[in-house]
């Protein structure tokens, strides 16, 4: 019976790999907190532009056209977060 679990947990991690390397956005253990965020909102976004009721919706709702609104989101998307935190420096290399 717990060789049965072990090929289980197996075949469901090696599935779990497999999405990860193949959809960005599935994250993976070494993901941080703000490339999560990002994946998040460039997802969102993507799916507003891709949807023209929802640019609709967004346009009516800041009284923009909606060539204007799907614009200003495709530019959103390149920093759809701000500006990365800077790189966390390693314990005891002191100079």
Same mark, same amino acid.
């Given at each position: 019976? *717990?060789?049965?679990?072990?090929?289980?947990?197996?075949?469901?991690?090696?599935?779990?790999?497999?999405?990860?390397?193949?959809?960005?956005?599935?994250?993976?253990?070494?993901?941080?907190?703000?490339?999560?965020?990002?994946?998040?909102?460039?997802?969102?976004?993507?799916?507003?532009?891709?949807?023209? *009721?929802?640019?609709?919706?967004?346009?009516?709702?800041?009284?923009?056209?909606?060539?204007?609104?799907?614009?200003?989101?495709?530019?959103?998307?390149?920093?759809?977060?701000?500006?990365?935190?800077?790189?966390?420096?390693?314990?005891?290399?002191?100079?």
């Amino acid at each position: 019976m *717990s060789e049965l679990a072990g090929a289980d947990r197996f075949n469901i991690n090696s599935q779990l790999e497999a999405l990860q390397t193949r959809y960005v956005g599935t994250g993976h253990a070494d993901v941080s907190k703000y490339e999560w965020i990002v994946n998040q909102h460039r997802d969102s976004l993507a799916q507003y532009v891709g949807k023209h *009721s929802m640019l609709q919706y967004f346009a009516v709702a800041e009284n923009e056209s909606i060539s204007r609104v799907g614009y200003q989101m495709k530019q959103k998307m390149l920093l759809p977060c701000g500006l990365p935190p800077p790189p966390k420096e390693e314990d005891g290399e002191d100079e």
